[in-house]
């Protein structure tokens, strides 16, 4: 096994404010070894200033250079993990854009919205941004084998990454409970998947078990490197919006990794002297997964996992999330909040945002359903900057939105939903008289 030298600037820490064991950034840790608590990276201050990274963000996007033309790797002073860039592997993630929505912004109550929408990267979810850093890690640490456990996206974009790279990928899925336009793609890109008959926290366990026992690499957001790949997706937004920071950023919650990610960046984008405040984040589970939230909501002491979560927004159908105190600890940075949303909500803001010629998968459209609640109690202002997240791509779940608009979409335990916004196909003989009646 062939180990880069460290990068002496860059180190792993325990996340745990009681601990803060410090480690080389060449260890493999997911937890700490003293506490048990999440590991995170840290890094010296970068060398230049703020108006010199800028400047050089800015100038990357007219090179040709692989590294430049990544969303990731073109802001890559803010993550500085790698002591040798030689062996990234990009496949041009990131470079997604803004999109404003007018008829979603007056659907969620807000004169103006813009999503960030994650679903153009090149295996149309936000888990690329992520994936390039984890396996560049994998690279430089001699890794052969690579494995996560998935409700969907970061087994279709670890699959892509390691076949890229030529690392074997390892995917563990819940059984029954992803999509298959997800579950296409992880074959489709050679992985060997395996089909757990239990639910995404259960297989987390199992594979943490496994990776230890077999020397496998584990890809999941419990692997640092995944968050420090999901900061630039704040990185580049705020790049650009020329560095204006907006008010709020809404996002989907399942294992949290994501907001744990952005509000990590942000804090360091902060710091760095990039911007002079910190946008608020709210993150938005459903109803049927929300531990977070009840979390959040109720002040327990405890954190409650969800033993049998429950959501068609199958993306997000986690019930023990393990970045919670990450979480945690960003929406408190940010003063931002929590809030849950209903399968309906969810169904028909996801029908809204398509209306805009925009779509995203369902996880996605509990951002617009979350502002649309957020802004009926006041918490989030009309007047406000607002940028959602729309994690995954339209495409990603297909049968959603085809039962959806067909009024055959249940929710779990049997509930209709309604197809508010409901279109058909119609099916009509091969005859211009009639079609062209039909179309007066
Ligand atoms: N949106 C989509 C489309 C997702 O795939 C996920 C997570 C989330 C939101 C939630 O992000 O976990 O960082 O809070 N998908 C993971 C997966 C769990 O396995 O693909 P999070």
Known sequence: MTIATPTAAAELLCFNPGCRARFAITEVLYNCPQCGGLIEAGYAAPDSDAATLKRTFRDRRLSNAPLDQSGVWRYRELF???????????????????????????????????????????????KDNGMTCGVAQALRLGMRRV?????????????????????????FLPHGNISFGKLAQALEYGAKTLEVEANFDQILALIRVLADRLGIYLLNSVNPFRIEGQKSIMFEMLDQRDWRVPDWVVLPGGNLGNVSAFGKGLREAKDAGLIHRLPRLAVIQAEGSAPFYEFVHTGAKEFHPVAKPETLATAIRIGDPVSWPKALHEINSTNGLVEKVSEQEIADAKAIIGRCGIGCEPASAATLAGIRKLTAVGAIDREADVVAVLTGNLLKDPDYIYKYHTGKLEAPGGVKIRSTYGNQSIVVPNDPDRIAALLT
């Open 147 to 171: 494995a996560c456990v998935s409700t969907g996206n970061t087994s279709a974009s670890m699959a892509a990454y390691a076949a890229a790279a030529g690392l074997e990928a390892l995917i």
């Open 80 to 126: 500085p993990f790698l002591a040798d860039y030689t062996r990234v592997v990009t496949l041009r993630e990131g470079n997604t854009p803004l999109l404003d929505a007018p008829a979603a912004a007056e659907y969620g109550g807000l004169a103006r919205i813009a999503f960030k929408h994650q679903g153009f990267n090149p295996t149309g979810s936000f």
